[in-house]
């Protein structure tokens, strides 16, 4: 009696060891995510900035965003805010862009900063 010759024969399935779960922000799955595209960048003239003073956990902070810049950019940028601001600092990704968070009210000295890197303000 013959054996069966098997060699030739597959399985037609992929199996893959992650899963795909749901993102928390939009609601896709990550591999359809729309959440985590990259940050758009644009001439400095073609788009208005904002700034605003608020408070967080009890705290004051200064937000100014939403600023469309390459993430190297940002943050060199951030970097000599914080020293000229003597003060700490982050960026976080929204909107396409980027928006700036500092610790203090720093309203007018960072409205000051950014005019001389020639960006243009709402009000």
Known sequence: MDRLDLSHFSIGANFEDTIDVLCKKCGNLQSQCVCKKKAEIKDRDSYFLWVKEQKCKGKDITLCGVIYESSENIIKMLKEIK?????????????????????????????????????????
């Open 83 to 123: 020293k000229a601001l003597a003060c700490g600092g982050s960026f976080k990704e929204d909107l396409g862009g980027y928006v700036l968070e500092f610790q203090g009210k720093h309203l007018e000295k960072l409205k000051a900063f950014l005019k001389k890197e020639k960006f243009k303000f709402k009000k």
